[in-house]
């Protein structure tokens, strides 16, 4: 059974969209997290989220929201897409403070 | 400069020869990760280690806290190794002590 998974895995929309991602993990884990990889293959944390307390990237626009329906789940909300949002989004879980596990990651393709 | 500094950014070396990549941060941490992303884009945790050494079959993570320096080990490196591997700092960064920062990571090329 898949650990942390991501859906879609790719996602392409226009300019000006509203689009979700959803992220799953089933190790029971209290502590998820979104990672965003750009066209450097350079990663960086967006937020990170646990039962109580989300914590956000002060660099990350306020176009992206975190919205966590259950501990099982954190999905990234992004409102009126841009071409910079282009990149590979990863979510991530662990139960702090252990090592994090990833998901497939969802190539998005804004144009 | 950034705050986790990889070292090779390309490193090609030939089947079965020991690879080392290095790792540098300027951060205070709470534990220093090692990662590896496969040519098809997935991400694998392969370290997570706050002191000393540790070691998962050909793969050895050393860690000095007082240098600021970490370091991957690959002994009779393989083609399957070929991979990007990234050294990420974990500390409490605004909050949540899973935050990590990560290097820019190091590909690594092995060659039969």
Redesign the interface.
Known sequence: DTAVSQTPKYLVTQMGNDKSIKCEQNLGHDTMYWYKQDSKKFLKIMFSYNNKELIINETVPNRFSPKSPDKAHLNLHINSLELGDSAVYFCASSQEPTRQYFGPGTRLTVT | KNEVEQSPQNLTAQEGEFITINCSYSVGI??L?W?Q?HPG?????L??LSSGKKKHGRLIATINIQEKHSSLHITASHPRDSA?Y?C?A?GD??????????G??TKLSVKP
Do not use: C, D, E, T
């Not at chain 2, 884009?41 to 945790?45: D, K, L, Y």
């Not at chain 2, 960064?93 to 990560?102: A, E, K, V």
């Open positions: 709470s534990a990760h990662l992303q884009g997935g991400i694998v945790s370290f997570m990007v990234i990420a974990g960064y605004g909050g949540s002590q899973g935050n990590l920062i990560f820019k990571g």
